[in-house]
């Protein structure tokens, strides 16, 4: 398999019956409609597990959905049967929303092969592929989890980027949330963004038809953002879950040095000791 972080419905149709295969259905609902039922029960992928991103993070924390600590993470993977040196596929009920979250954590700990369906579940049942409501009893893996730190932010790190000018921050919320002219959907955050940070908001990625762009057309869009693709970035969004959107994207296009700030806005809006802008304009 290649270097690039997406996978098409026909090669993932191909390769179903791949003994080293798994497949995970993400999912979080959206923060516009907590109560949004998951598909899972009723239609998924055959064999695919579900992976839930409030579920599956560290509950000590305020936060939602942080990253969990490795051995938590580790133990999740091992009871859904997810193991070391398998090819993971993740895909999510929306398209491009939780799964390339699920995609960045599984990286992030240490998961080498692992990739996001391009066009997600959507794609797959408008082609008519099959669905299944059996839940796979699958055995336990071993699962090694070795956290990369350099791939996650915290708001210390985020303090020290804007202070010493030393990475990009890219937020991935629309423009109205970014300028502060929209409220967060949050309850108690202020709204605006950091000093310095750019907006892209993750929906230009993706195309009309639910696919991800293509490469050449993702380059200029980073561009126009004001991105320097051979300069590190730090990508933000509301809590952490669709700015991995931007990291695949930063990934399909090359880019190494990346990191994900997990507290994201829910962190840094929600503080009365941190900078904020607004540019109603």
């Known amino acids: 398999m290649s270097d690039h972080p997406l996978v098409s419905t026909q090669w993932l149709a191909d390769h179903l019956e791949s003994p080293d295969l798994a497949v995970i259905n993400a999912w979080m609902p959206p923060v516009t409609h ?8 009723n239609a998924h992928v055959p064999g695919a597990v579900f992976f839930d991103v409030n579920e599956i993070c560290d509950k000590t924390s305020d936060l939602p959905h942080m990253l969990p600590q490795p051995h938590v993470f580790s133990s999740a993977m091992r009871k ?65 989890s070795r956290l990369n730190h350099g ?40 709204s605006g963004h950091m000093p310095s940070a750019l907006n892209l908001p993750f929906t230009r990625l993706i195309n009309e038809s639910g696919t991800f762009r293509t490469k050449d057309e993702l380059k200029q869009i980073y561009q126009e953002a004001g991105v320097d693709l051979e300069k590190p970035v730090t990508t933000t969004c509301g809590s952490g879950v669709t700015a991995a959107i931007l990291t ?11 990191a994900l700030y997990d507290g994201s806005w829910t962190d840094w809006g929600g503080r009365e000791d941190t900078e904020i802008v607004s540019d109603p304009s």
């Open 34 to 41: 907590p109560d949004a039922p998951p598909v899972y029960p």
């Open 80 to 144: 859904l049967g997810i193991g070391d040196g398998q090819t993971i596929v993740v895909y999510d009920d929306f398209g491009f929303y939780s799964a390339p979250r699920v995609w960045w954590t599984l990286r992030t700990m240490g998961a080498e092969r692992v990739f996001v369906l391009d066009g997600g579940f959507p794609k797959w049942r408008a082609e008519n592929r099959p669905v299944t409501d059996d839940v796979p009893r699958k055995p336990q893996s071993h699962f090694t």
């Open 151 to 190: 791939a996650v932010a915290d708001l210390a790190e985020i303090r020290n980027t804007i202070r010493a000018s030393s990475r990009q921050i890219l937020d991935a919320r629309s423009v109205d949330r970014f300028s502060g002219v929209a409220p967060e959907p949050r309850a108690g955050l202020r």
């Open 248 to 258: 695949l994207g930063l990934t399909v296009l090359g880019a190494r040095d990346l």
